[in-house]
């Protein structure tokens, strides 16, 4: 199993630029989620999905969209980039008995 | 104030020593707690879930207590690979997490 797996690991957009975060697993994992680590800050939730075809929005999602077409793939798009949303981007699933959260190695994204 | 809160630390050890976090929440209703550990730019990987009795894997202890609001983790003979950034987690409907403590453990 490779777990959960993120592309790209690094990337430097402009302001204004848009991209995708892509993010899937092979767990089989129901719930879905996407975090951003800042400094002091810890780790905050931008969007979650529980399901395909469902998602919902966590405690920072303005200027992120998430769609979850299969259980497999979250990918999060960043719309119009600012240099706010230079962080260290995680995507985790979690599933089972423990509901144990299993990350991605993370991309971080610096926003000129 | 925060809805899971650590002190930021850093904490320095020496090698051998015990040292201990807590994690204090805000939310009487949480019910699931974690202890995660995160390695220099890597991800958060699960070190410990916390459990109502408490619970102990090798060197490690963590704690719940419940009627004062906080988890605890304890290492014990503490080794140079524990150096990391300790993050606790709190599940209400969503995982809180706390910014996390980092350890420098010294030889």
């Known amino acids: 199993n490779a777990g959960v797996t993120q592309t790209p690991k690094f990337q430097v957009l402009k302001t204004g630029q848009s991209m995708t975060l892509q993010c899937a697993q092979d767990m089989n994992h129901e719930y879905m989620s996407w975090y951003r680590q800042d400094p002091g800050m810890g780790l905050r939730l931008i969007h979650y999905?529980?399901?395909?075809?469902?998602?919902d929005q966590g405690e920072v999602p303005n200027g992120y969209n998430v769609s979850r077409s299969t259980t497999e793939d979250f990918p999060l798009r960043l719309l119009s980039a600012a240099p706010s949303q230079t962080s260290v981007y995680f995507c985790?699933?979690?599933?089972?008995?423990?509901?144990?959260?299993?990350f991605g190695p993370g991309t971080r994204l610096t926003v000129l | 104030r925060k809805e899971v809160e650590q002190d930021p630390g850093p904490f320095n050890v020496p090698e051998g020593a015990t040292v201990a976090f807590n994690c204090t929440y805000s939310?009487?209703?949480?019910?699931?707690f974690f202890w995660y550990r995160q390695d220099c730019r890597k991800e958060p990987k699960l070190l410990m879930s916390?459990?109502?009795?408490?619970n102990e894997d090798g060197r490690f202890t963590a704690q719940l207590n419940r009627a004062s609001q906080y988890i605890s983790l304890l290492i014990r003979d503490s080794k140079l690979s524990d150096s990391a950034t300790y993050l606790c987690a709190v599940k209400n409907y969503q995982l809180i997490w706390g910014a996390g403590t980092k350890l420098i453990i010294k030889p």
């Open positions: 939310n009487s209703a949480s019910q699931s």
């Open positions: 916390v459990y109502s009795s408490g």
């Open positions: 999905s529980v399901g395909a075809g469902i998602t």
């Open positions: 985790a699933s979690s599933g089972g008995l423990n509901n144990e959260q299993f």
